[in-house]
């Protein structure tokens, strides 16, 4: 989650994977990369995306040969995750960038004593220590990426009291692993602009939580994916979940 560059690998015959080629940004780490289109978005901390094209063909790149394209960064300076999405409704393409920021320091609520260390500190029956959950922050920052060379932010999805993780996009419904905050889904239809989290758009939210988890009552939603009509997420405190999402019922009158 912190190379210095990503690997190209042909695994068209997956017994013999063949190295192609790979792209090393100057000074930069590298965290997640997500290719669509021939285009590869990769998370790069603070130096945010990076996009190249790696077989897109618009800037004459190829697996063999990647071409860079473009690079920003986002106000937070902590890009962890890229997906692009192209909105059908709008006819616009929309690049979703998310932060993953382990830490509230300097916040209101800064977390719990050793806030840091729930992952390598399990809770111990026997003496009462330990199990203490993590506290995060950070938010989903929003471009408008019709125009890649000229991408401009229009929008973000922030609740102030969590941070973000992995996310997935279908459909124009945002499934966000917010780790303490759950795994929300939001509806990204239209045109997106302010924060989304005040608008109404939140379909649903749900925070998954088991007394025998990792660090016990505690949501620590990691990734999430909508298939064959349900939510599949994990936690990493308490493992794999399965959820249905369900119409909205109104009350009758």
């Known amino acids: 989650s912190d190379g ?44 945010g995306v990076v996009v190249v094209d790696v077989g897109n063909g618009r800037w004459g790149g190829s697996p063999e040969s990647p071409v ?3 690079s920003f960064a986002t106000p937070s300076g902590a890009t962890h995750a890229a997906f692009p999405y192209f909105q059908e409704s709008t006819g616009k393409t929309y690049l979703f960038l998310g932060d993953e920021i382990m830490n509230r320091r300097g916040l209101a609520w800064a977390g719990y004593p050793r806030s840091m260390g ?15 959950p993590l506290v ?4 989903i920052q929003i471009f408008d990426f019709t125009d890649p060379e000229n991408a401009e ?9 969590f941070g973000t993780h992995n996310m997935w996009i279908e459909d124009d419904k945002l499934y966000q ?10 509806d990204v239809s239209g045109e997106l ?7 109404g758009r939140e379909i649903a939210v749900f925070k998954s939580a088991s007394p025998a988890g990792y ?39």
């Open 4 to 47: 210095d560059k990503y690997v190209i690998i042909d695994v068209r015959d997956i017994y013999e994977p063949r190295y192609v080629s790979e792209y090393n940004h100057p000074n930069s780490r590298v965290h997640d990369v997500w290719v669509n289109d021939g285009i590869a978005y990769s998370s790069e901390w603070g130096t």
């Open 68 to 70: 860079f394209v473009t």
């Open 118 to 132: 729930s992952y390598a500190d399990q809770y111990d029956p026997q003496t009462g220590t330990g199990g203490i």
């Open 136 to 139: 995060t922050r950070g938010y």
């Open 153 to 161: 932010m229009v929008a973000r999805y922030e609740v102030p009291e």
């Open 177 to 186: 692993a917010y780790y303490e905050g759950g795994l929300r889904v939001v």
């Open 193 to 199: 602009m302010g924060n989304l989290y005040t608008q």
């Open 215 to 253: 660090t016990p009552n505690a949501t620590m939603v990691w990734g999430a994916q909508p298939h064959k009509g349900h939510v599949f997420f994990a936690d990493t405190n308490s493992g794999l979940w399965a959820v249905k999402l369900l119409p909205r019922t109104r009350p009758v009158s």
